[in-house]
């Protein structure tokens, strides 16, 4: 056995390194065995945005070629002891097509208009890296919001300043606020916004994105996650929208509306410059030609169809959810808005003729008890500034809904809540250590 010598982890690994909490994600908690209806992790649950068979292999016109116009999808796995394309130029054609609206410019995006990555979680990371100095600049985050903005933002030895948004008025952007804070600290270069915003499913306007980057003074990028853009009104994406503003960067996956979670294949809109700057320093060969070659292939016209049905399917759930859970007597509002794939629904201590209010306990006594006992698994967001006894609800199939709406009737039905009044301590650390867990995951 070897000796350790002088090494030591403690001192030899970076310091926000070692203090960084572990990357905790959807199927840390519970897994895919095969019985469970996963409502979690905001995953398409109509499956990917592709033709294909019965038994889940790509229809033959796909694979081998087919009618005039059909795009064949060209994996061929004698190829892959070739390194892919570093480019990626006709994937990036692709997305520009699907985002050239001329809903808000007249120009038009280019494939030099783009970055492409493993997930938008690696547009997120490079944005750090590109505009941040570790331990001197700062990020601007508006919570509730998606967990990796913070994550990665630690991971680079870079501060955090949050702006929340607006509990008290339908979390709303605070755009004055932050405007103002902008304002005072010139070491913030980036602020990130998501919209819709998970875990409030509410979209941003326009308008108040323009606010912040019409900044008089303000030296830095305003970064829009659209991952979830797809699920609101047509037109609401702005990504053509960077060809106006230099100051601008839309991110969007195929991992929601497009069903292709598995293949982790994110994007940057940007200006020609940021662009470049990002792909400058890009691993040489961050997309697989697997990778590559499925996008290419969900971006076709056959396949947008299907993704686009699959869509109007889960927002026909959506809007059943909207209707049919507030009959639940246990169950109180819904925060935030109505603009992507999931739901955020406050849980009662009480039923509403009891005046019942929003209660963690609740929540995660609900959380738990769908996910071990009933194999349905949605996420407890609790923890998270405003949304104090809610759970974020994954719009799935119809077959998946109906599940759902049984199983949260029947636990709420035989739940008795525990008064606060005179529990041990221990009792309330343990519940409190509980919510923090369930709250920890990145999703």
């Known amino acids: 056995m070897g ?19 572990p990357y905790r994600c959807a199927r840390d908690d519970y897994k895919d065995d095969g019985t469970n209806v996963l409502l979690d992790a905001n995953e398409n649950a109509y499956g990917p945005g592709l033709a294909l068979l019965p038994n889940g292999c790509l229809k033959a016109p796909l694979l ?38 001329h809903v808000h410019t007249d120009k038009n995006l280019t494939p030099n208009n783009l970055f492409v990555g493993v997930g938008s979680d690696e547009a997120i990371d490079a944005l750090l890296r590109c505009f941040c100095v570790p331990g ?28 929340p948004l607006d509990v008290h008025n339908h979390f709303q952007l605070q755009v004055q606020a932050i405007n103002a804070t902008l304002e005072s600290d010139p ?20 308008e108040d994105i323009r606010r912040i980057l019409e900044h ?50 994110g994007a940057a809109f940007a200006s020609q410059e940021v662009a470049s700057l990002l792909n400058n320093f890009k691993a040489p060969y961050n997309v697989s030609s697997p990778t590559s070659s499925l996008a290419i292939a969900a971006l076709q016209p ?73 194999g349905v698994v949605v996420r407890f967001r609790g923890k998270e500034v405003g949304c104090e006894g809610c759970l974020r609800m994954t719009v799935g199939t119809a077959e998946e809904v109906d599940r759902l709406l049984a199983e949260i009737r029947s636990l709420l039905q035989g739940y008795s809540p525990v008064k606060n009044d005179g529990i041990a301590d221990g009792h309330m650390e343990q519940e409190e250590r509980k919510e923090n867990e369930a709250s920890e995951v990145v999703a």
């Not at 010598?5 to 070692?18: D, Q």
């Not at 081998?64 to 006709?90: A, S, W």
């Not at 070491?187 to 326009?206: E, F, M, Q, R, W």
Request: glycine share 8%; net charge positive; charged share 25%.
């Open 3 to 21: 000796s350790r010598g002088p090494f030591c982890l403690e001192t030899c690994a970076r310091p926000n390194i070692l203090a960084l909490q």
């Open 64 to 101: 081998n070629g087919g009618g005039v116009g059909q795009k064949n999808l060209e994996l061929d796995l004698r190829g892959l002891n070739r390194y892919p394309d570093p480019h990626q130029t006709e994937l990036k054609h692709h997305l520009c097509k699907l985002r050239n609206t």
């Open 136 to 163: 001197r600049d700062k990020i601007l985050t508006c919570p509730p919001t998606y967990g990796m903005y913070t994550v990665s933002a630690q991971v680079n030895d870079v501060d955090i300043v949050k702006v």
């Open 187 to 206: 070491t913030i270069k980036l602020v990130y916004l998501c919209s819709p915003g998970n875990p409030t499913a509410k979209l941003i306007p326009k």
């Open 216 to 265: 008089p003074t303000w030296n830095g990028v305003v970064v829009l996650d659209e991952a979830y853009i797809d699920f609101s009104p047509d037109g609401a994406s702005l990504a053509e929208w960077v060809t106006e503003w230099p100051n601008l960067v839309v991110m969007q996956t195929l991992s929601k509306a497009f069903g292709l979670a598995g293949v982790r294949l």
């Open 302 to 374: 056959e396949n947008l169809a299907i993704m686009r049905g699959n869509r109007k399917k889960i927002m026909e759930q959506r809007q059943r959810m909207l209707i049919e859970l507030p009959k639940i007597s246990r169950i109180g509002r819904f925060l935030g808005g109505t603009d992507s794939n999931f739901l955020l629904v406050e849980i009662l201590d009480r039923p509403k003729d009891q005046e019942g209010k929003a209660s963690n306990e609740s929540a995660l006594s609900l959380y738990e008890g769908l996910a071990e006992s009933r």
